[in-house]
């Protein structure tokens, strides 16, 4: 019997028959790899894979996303005279009323709602979390974007609270033998640092960028009734502070890391600005006025004055990380609202903004609609005008360059 078969073609049959045999055995030896990969992750990691993790990431992978990737004009919430708090949280809107909290996305979408009891909420916002507690409350609370992650309340009412950018977070309180207590927690919500005065009040605290140190300005009062300041430099790894000294005959009450490591501490009769030396690098005084507002947003800080016992001229003063004036002028009008941004600050009224360019001090002023609450920056290109009822996203260059509609 003669064997038909080309030897060419047993040749090739063979070939393809080892590739298959190749291609199945890397495939068995991917799975046992995948397998092990997720059995170590599991078992080195168990600490950080929780039911919030598996939340997102099961978000995440929605395909529903996709259809949510253009953002809308108007984000739209309940009607009540309770919200008193909004915040700029990855990249969408939080809200907080004395009796909720709610989360938008930028497409308007209601990602979270929590009933909460909140009498006198503050909202403070990092990349990690959001922190919101009472003023003259004991009790404060923690979200993400999906629920609340952790809750606790204290014996005596909370001061204030810091909140770092990798979720690390301070409160202050007291107790019966402290006039102030600092507890310093990570980001797993365990205590991690305590800081005690017998007799000094906690009037504000920030986080170094990457949440290795924080600062306290710490109020204390002399026996003849004299006031000062102590600042504290705390790094979270250790016991011992990295700088403290005392400013005499005033209060702070703003204090700031900028964002070379320097810090600026406002106060009741100047604006005092440190290297990250801890070195006192420039001083600005106020001239004998009380500031009417002030903020600092790391590469610059402002502050507001009225020199006029009757009437509204204001003068704003901006100064960049090392002391110096990147701009001062007046405006004319009660200002709700002031906003560092970008390249330029914004100064909120009644039913109008004005956008000040903090490189040529070229003011534009546009109307809007009444009773604006406040203004957030979202990104570069992006405010947000916080209403009662509804907040509306505004490009800044149409706005205020181009042939922008006025919000109504």
């Keep these: 019997m003669t064997d038909n078969k080309n030897p060419a073609e047993n040749s090739g049959s063979d070939y393809y028959f080892r590739i298959a045999k190749r291609f199945r055995l890397v495939t068995y030896l991917t799975l046992v790899a995948m397998v092990v990969f997720i059995a170590a992750m599991f078992s080195l990691n168990r600490e950080e894979i929780t039911m919030e993790n598996l939340k997102y990431f099961l978000r995440y992978i929605d395909t529903r996303q996709a259809e949510k990737s253009a953002a809308t004009d108007t984000i739209l919430y309940s009607d009540t005279a309770s919200i008193v708090r909004f915040g700029v949280y990855r990249n969408g809107l939080t809200v907080v009323g004395n009796d909720r909290v709610q989360v938008f996305d930028l497409t308007g979408e209601e990602i979270l709602d929590i009933r909460q009891s909140n009498a006198s909420p503050q909202l403070l916002t990092s990349d990690a979390y959001m922190l919101i507690y009472n003023i003259g409350g004991t009790t404060f609370q923690v979200y993400n974007s999906l629920s609340k992650t952790y809750e606790e309340s204290f014996e005596y009412p909370i001061g204030c609270a810091a909140i770092g950018d990798t979720g690390t977070f301070l409160?202050?309180?007291?107790?019966?033998?402290?006039?102030?207590?600092?507890?310093?927690?990570?980001?797993?919500?365990?205590?991690?640092?305590?800081?005690?005065?017998?007799?000094?009040?906690?009037?504000?605290?920030?986080?170094?960028?990457?949440?290795?140190?924080?600062?306290?300005?710490?109020?204390?009062?002399?026996?003849?009734?004299?006031?000062?300041?102590?600042?504290?430099?705390?790094?979270?790894?250790?016991?011992?502070?990295?700088?403290?000294?005392?400013?005499?005959?005033?209060?702070?009450?703003?204090?700031?890391?900028?964002?070379?490591?320097?810090?600026?501490?406002?106060?009741?009769?100047?604006?005092?600005?440190?290297?990250?030396?801890?070195?006192?690098?420039?001083?600005?005084?106020?001239?004998?006025?009380?500031?009417?507002?002030?903020?600092?947003?790391?590469?610059?800080?402002?502050?507001?004055?009225?020199?006029?016992?009757?009437?509204?001229?204001?003068?704003?003063?901006?100064?960049?990380?090392?002391?110096?004036?990147?701009?001062?002028?007046?405006?004319?009008?009660?200002?709700?609202?002031?906003?560092?941004?970008?390249?330029?600050?914004?100064?909120?009224?009644?039913?109008?903004?004005?956008?000040i360019s903090l490189e040529t001090g070229n003011q534009i002023v546009r109307d809007i609609a009444a009773n604006c609450i406040t203004l957030l920056g979202l990104d570069s290109r992006t405010l947000m005008l916080c209403y009662a009822q509804e907040t509306k996203l505004i490009d800044i260059d149409a706005f205020f360059f181009g042939d922008e509609q006025t919000p109504s």
């Design 171 to 355: 409160v202050t309180t007291r107790s019966m033998e402290y006039r102030s207590v600092v507890y310093v927690y990570n980001k797993r919500f365990q205590q991690i640092y305590r800081w005690y005065s017998p007799d000094k009040y906690i009037m504000d605290a920030d986080f170094r960028s990457g949440d290795e140190e924080f600062l306290l300005a710490a109020l204390g009062t002399e026996k003849n009734g004299q006031c000062y300041t102590e600042i504290i430099l705390c790094p979270t790894d250790r016991e011992e502070k990295r700088a403290q000294f005392r400013l005499e005959d005033e209060i702070i009450f703003d204090a700031e890391y900028t964002d070379d490591g320097g810090f600026v501490l406002i106060g009741g009769k100047a604006v005092y600005v440190y290297d990250k030396h801890a070195e006192l690098i420039s001083t600005i005084s106020f001239g004998g006025y009380t500031p009417v507002m002030i903020g600092s947003n790391g590469t610059h800080t402002y502050f507001t004055i009225n020199k006029n016992i009757v009437g509204s001229n204001y003068s704003i003063t901006v100064i960049d990380q090392k002391g110096d004036s990147v701009y001062s002028g007046d405006v004319s009008g009660e200002i709700t609202a002031v906003l560092l941004h970008d390249d330029a600050v914004f100064v909120l009224f009644d039913r109008s903004i004005m956008r």
